[in-house]
């Protein structure tokens, strides 16, 4: 699919199988998903530009690869992406914070916003927004037109679970965003969650049904 990179590594879909379960435990869910996120990472920083430096080794100089530009920013969505924030910012500890805080009404679907901080020069900076669940879109879509309208030029979503409904709508209002994702889901049900899913991934990261 166009503009979605599914992350098939063998690591990623082992763990994505472990949450998956409903028996799986808070704190199992939690260390999956922190484990999965570097893996994820990974794969969503592959492509970052690199310069050299001049460095000396104990044996003698060299030019080493470095990062190249500004630091990235890491753009969590409330609650859930704080479970895919922590790993990378593990394998990336220098990264800038976005918090975004959006609940999806349970009537409607509809994304609210509740909070928003996010550091003050996104437009010169690759921004890489974390969810767990891309289900109707709705929540991604309104993060992204906040991080845009703040300045953010240069956005990737990374998700674990996708909908092709949420992609398909995701990439009508964003069709500049690669989405990385570790699954994409048969579908949604009726009451808007991704099937076969893995359930509210709030819920089962903080233990709150
Ligand atoms: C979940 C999830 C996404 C959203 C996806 O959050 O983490 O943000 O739903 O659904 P959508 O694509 O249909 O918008 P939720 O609203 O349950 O909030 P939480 O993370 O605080 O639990
Ligand atoms: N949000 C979730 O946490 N799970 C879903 O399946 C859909 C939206």
Do not use: W
Not at 49 to 57: C, G, L, M, N, Q
Not at 74 to 99: K, Q, T, Y
């Amino acid at each position: 699919m166009a503009g979605v990179t599914v992350v098939d590594h063998p690591l990623v879909q082992h763990k994505l199988t472990l949450m998956r379960r409903k028996e799986t435990s808070t704190a199992s869910f939690r260390r999956l998903l922190r484990e999965i996120s570097t893996l994820l990472c990974y794969e969503v920083t592959r492509h970052l530009d690199v310069t050299t430096t001049r460095i000396e080794t104990p044996m003698m100089e060299m030019d080493s690869p470095i990062l190249e530009g500004k630091k990235l920013v890491f753009a969590s969505i409330l609650r859930a992406g704080n479970g895919l924030l922590e790993g990378m910012l593990d394998l990336v500890p220098a990264a800038r914070v976005a918090h975004i805080g959006l609940y999806r009404d349970h009537e409607t679907l509809e994304a609210v916003e509740y909070y928003f901080k996010a550091p003050e020069d996104l437009e010169n900076r690759l921004v890489i927004a974390v969810d767990p669940m891309l289900a109707t879109a709705n929540s991604a879509i309104m993060a992204m037109d906040k991080l845009k309208e703040r300045g953010a030029r240069n956005i990737r979503f990374l998700c674990l679970l996708a909908a092709p409904e949420g992609i398909a709508r995701f990439q009508a209002a964003h069709p500049d965003i690669p989405i990385f994702t570790a699954s994409i889901d048969a579908g949604l049900n009726e009451k808007g969650y991704i099937i076969p899913g893995l359930g509210d991934a709030g819920d089962r990261m903080y233990g709150t049904k």
